[in-house]
T-cell receptor, first 117, second 113 residues
Framework: DSGVTQTPKHLITATGQRVTLRCSPR?????VYWYQQSLDQGLQFLIQ???????AKGNILERFSAQQFPDLHSELNLSSLELGDSALYFC????????????????FGPGTRLLVL | DAKTTQPTSMDCAEGRAANLPCNHS???????VYWYRQIHSQGPQYIIH???NNETNEMASLIITEDRKSSTLILPHATLRDTAVYYC??????????????FGTGTRLTVIP
């Protein structure tokens, strides 16, 4: 158990819909990361938040957005869903993630499996 | 960040040492070598990391060559539960504060009874 929790575990929805995935980081961790893992793309970095602010952006679609709240939990919002958005979505956290002096270890949650029909 | 090359798959007999190689010939001086593994659709799990020196923890050992162009992850006594995809990741410090990981295709290790 990494200490990172994600809800829901599974989500089934239809094309065109909007869903919200939730992540609670490890106690004390300030940074949250979102990754997408689909069959044909492998693990892809989407976005990083540090203490409520966006820190880095990866291959995140405009239909997707995220935020980190004052209690440090994060939500990933996926809208206008398409069949190709079906994937595992992982959240990870690290202590600071500032990149100032070292590269931090990230701890991953169990993921949310999204199926778009 | 430097690119890594890993074999697509490997087999290892249960109880034997599993040696997983990784080439990172373009690694620069401030880049770390990280190893994660992913057991069948679970979240990736941190194993070990190193910069120059060999490292050992309760899960594995990491051997980095003197020129740092390659490394080997060693699982000393592989068990069936070590069957997973192992990712070798080279990542440096990013002054913008970005700390994300770049996963490649990894090595699928199968531990055989």
């Amino acid at each position: 158990d990494s200490g990172v929790t994600q809800t829901p575990k599974h989500l089934i929805t239809a094309t065109g819909q909007r869903v919200t995935l939730r992540c609670s980081p490890r106690s004390g961790d300030l940074s949250v990361y979102w990754y997408q893992q689909s069959l044909d793309q492998g693990l892809q970095f989407l976005i990083q938040y540090y203490n409520g602010e966006e820190r880095a952006k990866g291959n995140i679609l405009e239909r997707f957005s995220a935020q980190q709240f004052p209690d440090l939990h994060s939500e990933l919002n996926l809208s206008s869903l398409e069949l190709g958005d079906s994937a595992l979505y992982f959240c990870a956290s690290s202590v600071a993630g500032t990149g100032a002096s070292f590269f931090e270890t990230q701890y991953f949650g169990p993921g949310t499996r999204l199926l778009v029909l | 960040d430097a690119k890594t090359t890993q074999p697509t798959s490997m087999d290892c007999a249960e109880g034997r040492a599993a040696n997983l190689p990784c080439n990172h010939s373009t690694i620069s001086g401030n880049e770390y070598v990280y190893w994660y593994r992913q057991i069948h659709s679970q979240g990736p799990q941190y194993i070990i990391h190193g910069l120059k020196n060999n490292e050992t923890n309760e899960m594995a050992s990491l051997i980095i060559t003197e020129d740092r162009k390659s490394s080997t992850l060693i699982l000393p006594h592989a068990t069936l539960r070590d069957t997973a995809v192992y990712y070798c990741i080279v990542r440096g410090v990013d002054q913008t504060g970005a700390n994300n990981l770049f996963f490649g295709t990894g090595t699928r290790l199968t531990v055989i009874p």
